[in-house]
C-alpha cells in the first residue's frame, strides 16, 4: 500500500535524467552557467549515454550547444531557460536559435533566409535589395555585439557564425587559464601527479570556476586520471605538456 502510494505521488511528474541531474550539479554558480559536454562521463554513471541523452534534450529544447573559442572539442551546453533570458526581446531569433539547439552555427545564408535578423521581411522580394540587405547586415552586426554571434573563420568561403552568450568570452578565459596552470602544476610536480583533496597552489588565486571544475576538464580531455588511494585522489598526468 506505501508503495501504491508513493508511485501516486509521482504519477505524471516528469523525473529527470542522469544527465539532467547532472547538469544542474556541475553549472557555475555565476553566469555564464556552462557545463562543458566533457565534463559529464566522470559524474554519469552510464558514460557511454552522456552524448545521446545531451542530443535528446537539446532535440527537446531542453539546452543549448555552443562552441567555445578555446578549443574544438571545447563544447558546451547551457539550460534553455538562461539561454532564452540572455535572448530577451530577441523572440524570432531566439526561435531560430532553438530550432538549432544541438547545432553550434549557422550560415549567413540561413540567418537572412530564415527572416530572423529582420522579422516581418522574410517574404520581401530580392529586388527590395539594399534597404533589406543593410537591415540584415545592421541586425548582425548587433547580435555580434551583443555576444549573441560570434564569427566562424575556419570555413573558407562560407560566411557562418557561432551562436555564444554574453560572458562566453571570459568563460572560456578562465576555462583556458585554470586549465593551463593545472596542467602546469602536473608538469612540475615530482611524480606527475597531485593530491586534489588538498587544495593545489597554482589554482589558489584567480581561479572563479573553482579547482574541481579544472580537475574535471583534465580527466575529460583525456589530459590525466583520477587516482583514489587512502591518502586521497591524485590527478596523474596521461601526457606531457608544454611551458
Do not use: I
Not at 35 to 52: I, K, N, Q, S, T
Not at 100 to 127: H, I, K, Q, W
Amino acid at each position: 500500500a506505501a508503495a501504491a502510494a508513493a508511485d501516486a505521488a509521482f504519477e505524471g511528474v516528469e523525473l529527470p535524467s542522469d544527465v539532467e541531474a547532472a547538469l544542474a550539479v556541475l553549472r557555475p554558480r555565476l553566469p555564464p552557467r556552462l557545463v562543458l559536454a566533457h565534463h559529464l562521463p566522470g559524474v554519469v554513471e552510464r558514460r557511454g549515454d552522456c552524448e545521446r541523452e545531451l542530443r535528446d534534450l537539446a532535440a527537446r529544447r531542453k539546452v543549448k550547444y555552443l562552441q567555445l573559442p578555446t578549443a574544438g572539442s571545447d563544447v558546451a551546453v547551457v539550460d534553455a531557460g538562461e539561454y532564452a533570458a540572455a535572448l530577451a526581446g530577441r523572440p524570432e531569433f531566439l526561435e531560430f536559435a532553438m530550432a538549432r539547439a544541438g547545432r553550434l552555427y549557422a550560415t549567413e545564408a540561413e540567418l537572412r533566409e530564415s527572416g530572423c535578423l529582420v522579422p516581418g521581411e522574410a517574404a520581401a522580394p530580392p529586388a527590395a535589395g539594399r534597404r533589406r540587405e543593410d537591415a540584415e547586415r545592421a541586425a548582425l552586426d548587433e547580435l555580434r555585439a551583443a555576444g549573441l554571434l560570434r564569427p566562424r573563420r575556419d570555413a573558407p568561403g562560407v560566411a557562418a557564425w557561432w551562436f555564444a552568450m554574453p560572458r562566453c568570452g571570459a568563460f572560456a578565459a578562465a576555462t583556458l587559464a585554470g586549465r593551463r596552470k593545472l596542467q602546469l602544476a602536473l608538469k612540475r610536480s615530482k611524480y606527475k601527479e597531485l593530491n586534489v583533496d588538498k587544495p593545489v597552489a597554482a589554482l589558489k588565486k584567480a581561479c572563479p570556476l573553482g579547482q574541481e571544475f579544472h580537475v574535471r576538464d583534465l580527466v575529460g580531455r583525456g589530459d590525466a586520471e583520477l587516482v583514489r588511494r587512502p591518502a586521497g585522489r591524485f590527478l596523474r598526468s596521461r601526457r606531457d605538456f608544454d611551458d
